[in-house]
């Protein structure tokens, strides 16, 4: 017996606890949630049983389709930019040319920068005024002052590029990772057969990132799909609803109108989406790559 | 010009160019929090020669809002799960890297899958949860379901997998129990992982809006984020809501600073390679 607890006291000290948290905090409320699908339930009071009214209403509700929608444009504005734009700051960095770490700490800023920070000075600069910066900027150059955030066809758009802005950082440090890791002997052979940049790129460089853009592309994947704070902070869902993501309508729903149980079919929805998106990838990008 | 700088050389016009587009938008914040102006007119480049600069505006802010309040507030709701974090991360880290017990592999599994699940399906039973426990508008909603996160932990057990086997062996043919060989020798070996994981865990909770947005409910108890961004909404002075984002980018600036390295680590800790 005595033996036995040596061997595990530190299982037993600290998993367990843990364990518990763990089914408490993460297990019961997503089976919680699910629960709360079927019922209607505005916090006070007693929750009630409806059965699947909240998962048909859903079918009814043109403002979770809009939702829905501009959470995929949104994927669109977003997810090829991010994985381009990091690309090409790993690339520049990766030249290992001096003050190149100084750069890298620049790009990454905006990571650790919080959303709100970032929104505050965003607001000013796609100000859709002829006092927002880029619009001072377009004026000196005698385009016409464009509307951004105030315009329903933009706003979205504009949101898209925060978030290219404020997460290309961590898309960079990823990419950067897979270059430093790069077999030297493929680019020297490829020298010697006088390949050039730009074919030693597409021919070597880019297909041995493959894993890591099938990462990239997941994990950009399920963060622009769970689009919040910047359209809660510099949209608030319009103009005209352009910019109402899921996330957002689910907050709306939950913690304005306080209808909990219709707002957890909505993160059911998200949740669905999600799982899907890494399935579809797993299958398709998920590929064996070998270097040899 | 450009013929007289070489090839490699030329590779500073695009970094200088983008590193620009990354420090602008940080320059106007700086720049903007001190100047005392209620919108910002004409111009941008004409501001720093013909307005005044004062810190009016970091006055108005600690006289008008409970910005100190908010600080500690963030600070309460970060520094306890940085910690917890770093700890739990690391003896977990350890139990299911080099333990050897019935279901280690299901539980550690079955807690990585749970990930993959959005957070914000969490939020509304939670949000039940903690208004039946009278936790709403108390610092615990915020704190206690983040005292540990399965990410940290399976930083440390790649990390801890990656170790000879000879070094613990020496120390139980010693006599050292579970306790010391963790403490003596893992703990120790795991200080660049732990400290990374102590960086994120500072991130994500100083950054963190949803969560306290829907937790916290007086002006009292509001994190930085949540403080801040009320002040964005109801402020229309520029000069004041800038002053406020450099109050709030300040301490993640300084942990960026002194702990860059680690969020490097950390990305290429995640075991993409």
Redesign the interface.
């Known amino acids: 017996m005595k033996r036995h607890w ?6 037993y000290i ?2 367990v606890p ?2 518990i ?2 089914s408490i ?6 089976l ?2 699910f629960y ?1 699908t079927f019922t209607n339930w505005p ?1 006070i009071g007693e929750p009630e049983f409806i059965g699947l009214k909240n998962w048909l209403g859903l079918l009814h509700d043109p403002l979770a389709w809009k939702a829905i929608g501009n959470t995929i444009m949104f994927s669109i504005y977003y997810i090829v930019p991010t994985m381009a734009v990091g690309l ?2 790993a690339l ?2 990766n ?1 290992g ?1 001096k ?2 770490g100084f ?23 796609f100000k859709g005024t002829d ?1 927002g ?1 880029v619009n ?1 900027l377009l004026h000196a150059i005698g385009i016409e002052p464009q509307l951004f955030l105030s315009d329903s066809d933009q706003a979205l758009i504009v949101l898209a590029g925060l978030s290219i ?1 404020k997460v290309c950082g ?1 898309t960079m ?2 990419y ?3 270059l430093q ?1 790069m077999p030297h002997e493929l680019y020297e052979a490829a020298k010697i057969d006088g390949a050039g940049p730009w074919k030693t790129f597409w021919k070597i460089t880019f297909p041995l990132l493959l ?2 853009h099938f ?1 990239v592309a997941i994990v950009t994947t ?1 963060g622009s ?2 689009i ?2 910047s359209a ?2 510099l949209t608030s869902g319009g103009p005209s609803n352009s910019t109402i993501t899921i ?1 957002y309508y ?2 709306q729903e ?2 304005t109108s306080l209808r ?1 149980g219709y ?2 079919v909505l ?2 929805v ?2 669905f989406i ?2 899907v998106i ?1 399935l579809i990838q797993k299958k398709y990008m998920g590929k064996e790559v070998s270097y040899k | 010009m450009l013929k007289m700088m070489n090839r490699s050389q030329l590779l500073y016009i695009p970094l200088i160019l983008l590193g620009l587009v990354f420090i602008i938008p940080f320059g106007i914040m700086i720049i903007g929090s001190l100047l005392n102006m209620t919108l910002p007119i004409g111009n941008p480049f004409t501001w720093v020669v013909h307005e005044k600069f004062s810190f009016a505006n970091f006055g108005y802010i600690f006289k008008n809002a409970p910005y100190l309040k908010w600080i500690i507030n963030s600070l309460i709701i970060t520094i306890i799960p940085v910690f917890s974090n770093m700890f739990f991360s690391a003896i977990l880290g350890y139990i299911f890297a080099r333990k050897q017990f019935f279901g280690r592999e299901v539980i550690f599994w079955i807690m990585m899958a749970v990930i993959m699940i959005p957070s914000q399906l969490l939020i509304i039973p939670r949000y039940i949860m903690f208004s039946d426990l009278g936790w709403i508008n108390t610092y615990l909603p915020l704190i206690v379901p983040e005292i540990w996160g399965i990410m940290g932990v399976f930083f440390v057990r790649q990390y801890m997998m990656t170790m000879p086997k000879d070094l613990e062996e020496a120390a139980y043919i010693d006599g050292a129990g579970d306790f010391t060989v963790f403490f003596k020798v893992y703990l120790p070996l795991a200080k660049p992982v732990i400290a990374t994981v102590g960086t994120f865990a500072f991130i994500g909770n100083w950054n963190d809006l949803l969560t306290p947005l829907i937790f916290t409910t007086s002006d009292e108890m509001y994190p930085v984020t949540v403080g801040l961004a009320s002040l964005l909404t109801k402020e229309g002075n520029f000069g004041v809501e800038m002053a406020g984002s450099v109050l709030s980018f300040i301490p993640t600036f300084l942990i960026f600073i002194f702990f860059q390295r680690y969020f490097v680590k950390g990305i290429t800790l995640t075991g993409i390679k």
Do not use: E, R
């Open positions: 040596n061997k595990y006291a530190l299982v600290f998993l843990i364990l948290h763990f905090f993460q297990l019961f409320p997503i919680f949630s709360l916090v090409i700051l520049l960095i030249s040319k003050g190149t750069f890298k700490a620049v790009f990454f800023l905006p990571v650790v920068t919080s959303f709100v920070v970032v929104s505050g000075i965003w607001a000013w600069i006092d910066f001072m802005f961590s440090i990823y950067y990772a897979g890791s894993p890591i990462y399920i799909f769970q919040f704070d809660f902070l996330v689910l907050y939950g913690f909990l707002a957890s993160a059911y998200l949740f999600i799982f890494s």
